[in-house]
């Protein structure tokens, strides 16, 4: 097979994404009062609605309607004050109703978007040589570096509810094909469940992989789910095909069910772009089919092969009235929004002067911003891109730090009074406890003396006792540096000063200019 980077040469891949997320933050499911938990031992949270018995009848959950149309609201969609539940039926027993309820032609929400930024290394999958407006629907600008900006439409986003989950023992990887045995947890069967269908406006599979990272911190941020990928709270499948580039009509597509992590869309989608381009340079055709991605193996493998048209027999449900939202139903909900991470990365940028991927990483994070939010209260704004580096470079490798000990690192930082190999040190001493970081410093005698006055002596000695590194210095190798900085770092041990290998360096540095 060609590359990706062959591939999209010649052809333009056309991608769309359904992407399934649980309201895993609220209490009760979405038609009944059953508590919504999935910890809990094998059906036990249900009741005859979730059970589908004959005779139960379904209460809308008002929490869930309100945090899809804050979805809604985050997606930049108009709100449908008048829509109804359908119900859409299949036979399977992870439904026992027969019907799952979803919604029909119109969803809470309809028409939204979402703007990618897209940069780096993914940046190049999308080809720079010919004018990015005419190779889609979606107009794009591109910068000097290769980063561009690209709208992908949403067409809607609508409720349904989760089916219940099924395991099934003996098989390959769980699957049901060899299985010898089936178990089913209804605990799952009725969660609140929102579906996102975007247009086919992706065209690489590094954006969709942006898109889907954009729009789980959205909900993160909107605080309406935990947006696991790994747990599959939140699901997604991969709808690609190819075209001739400078065509207009879509190809036939195949579809990938449930990936489950960001990596496994990129590469499922990489993998089905060349293939679909082997199959159609060899002068065969694509088969409209769902196809499963195996990470192990690196490639996707048929599923089952569409049916002409799904058979559903969706129409409204007699049990539950038409909505008419209110004006004040969505107003609460937009009040309700908090900042989302554009805006905070924004003002990360403007306020602190962080830099723009620092400023995106820790807005993207509600938990990780609002750690480094607290911090920089402490520690104090000037501090921030040091708390900024804490908080990305070296929080991560540990288990519980608290926002004031992060700040006090920090601080201990930005001063020089540590360096960062010893402010992991430190960190890994507190982690855990609610140690102060000063006291760790002092304790280990870890403080580096910021005091020039008490490192000439040492500096003055170093220079005397190293004259070769002093002439290698002055005809140009600059690199002696670095030697010289540790003859300091050891000298000033000795003498029972703590060095602080930046001062040394500037100290030695401004003499062997001079
Ligand atoms: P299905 O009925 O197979 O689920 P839909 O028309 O509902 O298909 O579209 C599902 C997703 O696939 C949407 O995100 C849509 O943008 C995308 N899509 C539709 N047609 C194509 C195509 N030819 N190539 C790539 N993506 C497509
Ligand atoms: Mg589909
Ligand atoms: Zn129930």
Request: charged share 25%; proline share 5%; hydrophobic share 40%.
């Amino acid at each position: 097979m060609r590359t990706l980077q062959e591939v999209l040469a010649d052809w333009e891949a056309v991608i769309g994404l359904e992407v399934h997320t649980e309201l895993t933050t609220l209490d009760t499911k979405m038609f009944c009062n059953c508590r919504l938990s999935h910890d809990d031992a094998p059906n036990s949270n249900v009741c005859p609605v979730c059970l589908g018995l004959p005779g139960a009848l379904p209460v809308p959950n008002r929490r869930a309607i309100q945090s899809i149309v804050m979805a809604g609201l985050a997606t930049n969609c108009e709100i449908q004050r008048h829509s109804m539940f359908y119900r859409k039926h299949y036979f399977y027993p992870d439904m026992a109703k027969n019907f799952q309820t979803t919604q029909g032609p119109i969803a809470f929400c309809m028409h939204g978007h979402l703007d990618l930024t897209v940069s780096g290394p993914g940046a190049r999958e999308r080809p720079m040589r010919e004018s990015l407006a005419a190779d889609g629907v979606t107009p794009v600008s591109r910068a000097a570096d290769g980063s561009y900006v690209v709208p992908i439409r949403i067409l809607r986003i609508h409720m349904e509810e989760d089916a219940a989950k099924m395991v099934h023992i003996g098989g390959e990887e769980g699957r049901i094909a060899g299985a010898s045995e089936s178990l089913i947890d209804y605990n799952r069967c009725g969660t609140p469940l929102i579906e996102l269908v975007t247009e086919p406006d992706l065209r690489t599979p590094e954006e969709a992989r942006l898109f889907m990272e954009k729009l789980r911190q959205t909900f993160l941020a909107l605080g309406i789910s935990d947006c696991s990928l790994e747990s599959g709270s939140m699901r997604c499948d991969g709808n690609v095909s190819l075209r001739r580039r400078g065509e207009t009509g879509l190809g036939t597509k195949t579809e990938m069910k449930n990936i489950n992590s960001f990596k496994s869309l990129h590469d499922a989608l990489e993998y089905e772009i060349r293939r679909q381009a082997e199959v159609l340079e060899e002068g065969g055709v694509v088969y409209q089919e769902t196809r499963h991605w195996e990470p192990g193996r690196r490639r996707t493998v048929v599923m089952r092969t569409k049916e002409t048209a799904d058979d559903y027999r969706l129409f409204p449900d007699p049990d539950l009235a038409p909505f008419d939202l209110s004006d004040e139903f969505i107003e609460e909900a937009r009040e309700r929004i908090p900042e989302l991470p554009d805006a905070r990365r924004e003002r990360y940028e403007a306020s602190f002067g962080l830099r723009r991927d620092d400023a995106a990483q820790i807005a993207g994070d509600p938990t990780v911003a609002a750690l480094f939010e607290e911090a920089v209260t402490t520690a104090g704004e000037k501090v921030a891109p040091t708390v900024a580096n804490v908080v990305i470079n070296l929080l991560p490798a540990f288990g519980h730090i608290t926002a004031a000990q992060a700040a006090s690192v920090s601080a201990l930082l930005a001063a020089d009074a540590i360096s960062f190999a010893q402010a992991r040190e430190v960190l890994e001493a507190v982690d855990g406890t609610d140690a102060d970081p000063e006291r760790v410093v002092d304790e280990r005698g870890l403080r580096q003396s910021t005091d020039s006055a008490a490192l000439e002596p040492v500096v003055d000695e170093v220079l005397d006792r190293c004259a070769d590194q002093v002439r290698q210095y002055r005809d140009g190798n600059t690199k002696v540096v670095g030697f010289l900085v540790g003859q300091c770092m050891k000298a000033s041990k000795a003498a029972g000063v703590k060095g602080n290998p930046k001062l040394f360096n500037q100290l030695l540095t401004a003499r062997l200019e001079a």
